[in-house]
């Protein structure tokens, strides 16, 4: 389905099938784009979804255990509001690997990777260091809120947060360009 922001980029086309019967199909014809760095965003990919998916597994380890963290509204919050633009950071870099031996990319693709990657690591970062941050106010103000659990609570938060900083830190290398018309 295409949404609304990209509607321009398609046209219709209809053809007959060897049955009679009309068949409709969009065709792209929008511009299409390139990285202006093929090898940084292929490396980019090699490291963005094993770094993703390592964020889930630590996202998952980091609640399974009952810590003095996920009694605690100001810490566990923001953690768990990390898990939305984690998962948006998990789609874009799963289309980063499908695409990143393509010699053109769509408008849509374009946007997905290098415009809504780069984002999404940024929200992960801040979110993540949010809930490390006052974790660690936590422990210095009130020790009694906090429990052995949180040693593993605070490992994996401050990870997810670096793991979305070098997202952030590889946007340089998901740069597109506009390919020329005659391609």
Request: hydrophobic share 50%; net charge positive.
């Amino acid at each position: 389905m295409v949404t609304r922001k990209y509607i321009k980029d398609y046209k219709f086309s209809e053809s007959v099938t060897a049955r009679g019967g009309i068949r409709t199909e969009a065709v792209y014809v929008g511009k299409y784009y390139r990285f202006e760095d093929a090898d940084g965003a292929a490396k980019s990919a090699r490291l963005l979804l094993p770094g993703a998916l390592a964020a889930w597994l630590l996202f998952i380890a980091a609640l399974l255990p009952r810590s003095g963290a996920s009694r605690l509204m100001w810490v566990i919050l923001p953690f768990a509001f990390s898990a939305l633009p984690l998962g948006y950071m998990t789609d874009s870099a799963v289309y980063l690997w499908r695409r990143r031996g393509a010699v053109r990319l769509i408008r849509s693709e374009t946007d997905k990777i290098a415009k809504r990657l780069p984002v999404c690591a940024f929200w992960v970062l801040v979110l993540s260091g949010v809930s490390v941050i006052a974790l660690a106010v936590t422990a210095m103000a009130a020790p009694e809120k906090v429990n052995v659990y949180d040693l593993i609570f605070g490992p994996c938060a401050a990870l997810i947060a670096a793991l979305g900083g070098a997202g952030f830190a590889r946007r340089e290398t998901l740069r597109c360009a506009e390919c020329p018309a005659e391609d």
